[in-house]
C-alpha cells in the first residue's frame, strides 16, 4: 500500500510522559501536515512542512508541541510533558505538491489517551 | 470562534434517496473548499472540491454546490447508499495564503437506511 502510515496507532500514555509520534507521507510528497482531533470536532491544523522546511507551526498549542520532518520525508510529532487535555486523534497528511488544490491524503491517525 | 460549520450533527436517509449534507462558512478569504468522509478508525479521505469561480462540481454520485454570497456549501449524494454511511467533514482554505492547512467543520454523521 503507498498511503500515509502513521505509528503507533494507539498510545496511552501517564500524564507527565513524553510520546513521540511518528508519520510515514506518501513517498515524494512535498508537503506534509499534521492535525489534532478531538472527540467530536473536526481535524485542527497543528503545522506544516513543505520538504524540510516548517512553514507553519501556528496551530501548535503550546511549546511542549514539537514537530519535525528533517530529511524531508518521515516527520515526527513529540509531545513533552502529557497533560490529559492531549487526549486526541493525530492525524497525518501529505500532498503532493505545495498548492492548495492538491488534495491532502491523511494517515489513519494516532489515538493517544493521556491517563 | 468557528469559522467552517456543520450545524447537522447527524442526518438519516433512506437508501435511493438523496442526502444533503450543509456547510457555513464565516471567513470570507476561503476560496477553495472540500468535502472528506471518514469511517471509524481510519483516517478521512478525500470526496469532492470546488474553488469559488465554479457554483457546482459534479462527480458520479456526488455534486457540490457552491452559494459564495451566501457562504454556504452543501454536498448532495445521489442515490445515497449503505456504503455512503460515514461522517462528512467540509473543509475550506485560502488559494493563495502560503500556507494550505485546511480549516474543518465539526462534521456530520449520514446514516443510509437499507
Known amino acids: 500500500g503507498a498511503g500515509v502510515s502513521q505509528s503507533p496507532r494507539y498510545k496511552v500514555a501517564k500524564r507527565g510522559q513524553d510520546v513521540a509520534l511518528r508519520c510515514d507521507p506518501i513517498?515524494?510528497?512535498?508537503?506534509l501536515f499534521w492535525y489534532q482531533q478531538a472527540l467530536g470536532q473536526g481535524p485542527e491544523f497543528l503545522t506544516y512542512?513543505?520538504?524540510?522546511?516548517?512553514?507553519?507551526k501556528s496551530g501548535l498549542p503550546s511549546d511542549r508541541f514539537f514537530a519535525e520532518r528533517p530529511e524531508g520525508s518521515v516527520s515526527t510529532l513529540k509531545i513533552q510533558r502529557t497533560q490529559q487535555e492531549d487526549s486526541a486523534v493525530y492525524l497525518c497528511?501529505?500532498?503532493?505538491?505545495?498548492?492548495?488544490?492538491?488534495?491532502?491524503?491523511f494517515g489513519p491517525g494516532t489515538r493517544l489517551t493521556v491517563l | 470562534d468557528q469559522q467552517v460549520k456543520q450545524n447537522s450533527p447527524s442526518l438519516s436517509v433512506q437508501e435511493g434517496r438523496i442526502s444533503i449534507l450543509n456547510c457555513d462558512y464565516t471567513?470570507?478569504?476561503?476560496?477553495?473548499f472540500l468535502w472528506y468522509k471518514k469511517y471509524p478508525a481510519e483516517g478521512p479521505t478525500f470526496l469532492i472540491s470546488?474553488?469559488?469561480?465554479?457554483d457546482k462540481n459534479e462527480d458520479g454520485r456526488f455534486t457540490v454546490f457552491l452559494n459564495k454570497s451566501a457562504k454556504h456549501l452543501s454536498l448532495h449524494i445521489v442515490p445515497s447508499q449503505p456504503g455512503d454511511s460515514a461522517v462528512y467533514f467540509c473543509?475550506?482554505?485560502?488559494?493563495?495564503?502560503?500556507?494550505?492547512?485546511?480549516?474543518f467543520g465539526t462534521g456530520t454523521r449520514l446514516k443510509v437506511l437499507a
Open positions: 512542512f513543505q520538504n524540510e522546511a516548517q512553514l507553519d
Open positions: 513517498s515524494g510528497h512535498v508537503s
Open positions: 471567513n470570507s478569504m476561503f476560496d477553495y
Open positions: 470546488i474553488s469559488s469561480i465554479k
Open positions: 497528511a501529505s500532498s503532493p505538491q505545495d498548492r492548495a488544490t492538491d488534495t491532502q491524503y
Open positions: 473543509a475550506a482554505t485560502p488559494l493563495f495564503s502560503g500556507t494550505y492547512k485546511y480549516i
